[in-house]
Every structure is written in C-alpha cells, then in structure tokens.
C-alpha cells in the first residue's frame, strides 16, 4: 500500500510538472527586456517580452508580437533552448506511460513486481532527465537575453518552467525511490503442499526418480 501511494504521489508531481514545461515552452512571457524604469518603457512602448517563439511589444493600448521564424539567424541560446524545451515535453509521454504501467493496480501479460519495478524506474530516470533539460534551459536563457539586451524581470512562463522542474525532479526521485517488497513470483520448484495423510509440506513436482523407487 505504501509503495503504490509514493507511487501515486510521485506519477502526480511529475504530471503536474510536465503540464508546467508544456506552459513554458508554449508560451512566449520568458523575460521583460527594458532599459529604463516600467513606467517609462511602456509610455514609450519599449517594454518587451521575449520567449521562445516570438518577441512581443507591451504597451497600454498596444500588445504586438513578431515570430522568431528565421532560424539560422536566431542567437544560440535560444535556439538551444528551444530543442532542450521540445526534447522535455516529448519525454513526458513515454515516462508517464511507464510510470503507470508499473503501478500495482495495472497488470499486462506476463508481468511481474521486479518488471514493474524496472519499469517504474526508467520513468523516474525520463522524469529528472526532463527536468534537467528544463532546467539547463530556463536558466541559460534569461542569461543570454540578458547580455543581448537589458533584462528587466522575469515573466510568467519563465516561472512555469521552474515550478514545472521542481516537480518533475520532486516526482521522479520519488520514483526511484520506491521499493516493493516482493520482486518475483515464486517458482514451482520452490512451490509446496499439504499432505493430509502425513501432516508435512512435500514439494509440489517430486522427481521423477522419487516417483521410481516407490513403486519398486
């Protein structure tokens, strides 16, 4: 019971989280970029939002936003970040598949507790790993924005992705944590019986030159 609670938990934080990078990466409030005070650059519509995909102008009666499409012109963190966001939301769907096939409630043909376990543990491994690529880059980011341009603050999807890491790292250590206590299925060959007439445990399967020498 326990081990499929740390499991329940730990499926759930990382659900939680794999929803958060797909905020991030779908959304374009990565970082507000301004020279001056707020005031000033939305007077003067300067107040910029810069995310992945597009570079958007922020003002009282003005909200524009230009697509970043040309590629092979774009600066390298964010084309690196980019890749490392996509690669993130991809290995969301394979971890959670994993991670819920493994659960003791869910059984396929021929499974046994050391299968699951091996297969929860995979997806623990998919959960940091996607947690690693987002964290390496919402922190790469803003710092490469920043040495483009003056970075002012921090915005909304650049947060997303924090939370979203947090918990995917939260849930797949969990993960990895747990331990079931049976890891296989006994054998036949370790299987007993009652006898009634002799009161003792025999094996299931005698030998067959057991079986021999008695009837001799």
């Not at 995310?51 to 774009?74: D, F, K, M, N």
């Not at 918990?167 to 036949?188: E, F, K, M, N, Y």
């Amino acid at each position: 019971m326990a081990h499929m609670c740390r499991l329940l938990t730990g499926s759930a934080a990382s659900c939680a989280g794999w929803v958060g990078i797909i905020v991030a990466t779908a959304t374009n409030d990565w970082v507000r970029t301004c020279d001056y005070t707020v005031a000033t650059c939305v007077r003067m519509d300067e107040l910029g939002s810069r995310g992945l995909w597009a570079e958007c102008v922020i003002s009282p009666s003005l909200y524009h936003c230009v697509a970043l499409t040309q590629i092979l012109t774009l600066p390298a963190y964010v084309q690196t970040s980019r890749a490392l966001m996509i690669c993130a939301c991809l290995l969301g769907l394979p971890a959670m598949l994993l991670v819920l096939t493994s659960m003791p409630c869910v059984r396929l043909q021929n499974d046994t507790s050391a299968i699951k376990h091996c297969r929860a543990r995979v997806g623990g491994v998919l959960f940091i790993l996607m947690a690693v690529c987002a964290l390496i880059s919402t922190i790469w980011f803003p710092i490469g924005a920043h040495r483009e341009e003056g970075l002012m603050s921090f915005g909304f999807s650049l947060y997303a992705g924090w939370v979203g890491t947090a918990l995917c790292l939260l849930g797949g250590s969990v993960i990895l944590c747990c331990q079931p206590t049976d890891l296989g299925i006994p054998s036949r060959e370790n299987s007993f019986y009652y006898s009634r007439q002799r009161g003792t445990a025999t094996p299931l399967d005698p030998p067959a030159n057991h079986a021999k020498s008695a009837q001799v």
